[in-house]
């Protein structure tokens, strides 16, 4: 616990994937035993959520065909209306399960509730992996702001919150957003120590089929290369993409881990690059 004992009172972001939410128990035993922890040592503690497999899984249930680009859900009306019920609903309630298992007050609701965080439809905009030409993602958000004051005032009543990843403009409309981006963002405006990215993916691996080949740090311009050499594809290019930007934003080190062994989260905190990949200043 020593390591940790270093960051109390200041603020550690965990953004768990939804595929996570689909095993309660192994999540209690990981993320939750790891978040409790945290708690123990004094850090105070927020929660970003996904929802991406509960998603898709209700999409074909519904007969609609999910559309990717460059890793990110395109995402019109009726996209919108599955987001809603994968976030808000199953998925927050799973996660609520499994924390309160692991015995985490985590206060589980979506950026929406509130304000708590602030969004605008993200105009058309060139992305890796996608091609010259701008890409509109449709009812996509961008991140405009975070209440800060609101979510240091549930830390300071006791509750983690947990946020699933949807959040609306001033005139109430919702978008879906992803949630490695409300993370990173969450985590800048709260000048967080640190940021955990945690997900079945034990990292940024050189070769993407083998565990063994995972990179313990990397700085900015050692993923960029990564990125450029095509070491980082898909979907873990946006997740890198983001904890770049983020870094030159003040958050001090944002870690990609795994939740294998049940306490990779928790040791990688306590010794960055042991469990996952940690991203540190270059």
């Not at 919108?80 to 399960?97: F, I, Y």
């Not at 870094?247 to 944002?254: D, F, N, P, Q, R």
Request: net charge neutral; hydrophobic share 45%; with cysteine.
């Amino acid at each position: 616990m020593s390591g940790l004992n270093d960051f109390r009172g200041r603020w550690f972001v965990v953004k768990i994937g939804g595929e996570l939410a689909q095993d309660r128990p192994r999540l209690a035993a990981s993320v939750g035993a790891a978040v409790r922890a945290f708690l123990d040592a004094g850090i105070r503690v927020a929660v970003i959520h996904g929802g991406g497999p509960q998603a898709t899984e209700l999409q074909k249930k519904l007969g609609l065909q999910p559309r990717m680009v460059a890793g990110r859900r395109y995402t019109d009306e009726a996209t919108l209306e599955v987001m809603k019920m994968s976030l808000a609903g199953q998925v927050s309630v799973d996660v609520a399960s499994a924390f309160r298992l692991a015995g985490v007050p985590a206060l589980c609701t979506t950026g929406m509730s509130a304000g708590l965080i602030t969004a605008e439809r993200r105009p058309p905009k060139v992305m890796s992996g996608a091609g010259p030409e701008p890409v509109d993602l449709g009812l996509v958000g961008d991140v405009v702001g975070v209440d800060v004051d609101a979510l240091r005032r549930l830390s300071d009543a006791g509750f983690v919150p947990v946020l699933g990843s949807l959040a609306g403009d001033a005139r109430g409309q919702p978008f879906n957003i992803n949630a490695d981006t409300v993370a990173t963002r969450v985590a800048a405006k709260l000048g967080a120590a640190k940021l955990f990215l945690v997900s079945n993916v034990p990292g940024v691996l050189a070769n993407k089929d083998d565990p063994s080949t995972r990179l313990p740090t990397l700085t900015p311009a050692q993923a960029r290369e990564k990125i450029a050499s095509g070491v980082i594809q898909g979907g873990m290019i946006p997740k890198v993409e983001e904890s770049l930007e983020m870094l030159e934003e003040g958050i001090e080190a944002i870690h990609i881990v795994g939740i294998s062994p049940a306490e990779a989260l928790l040791h990688e905190a306590e010794r960055p690059g042991s469990q996952g990949t940690a991203f540190l200043r270059g």
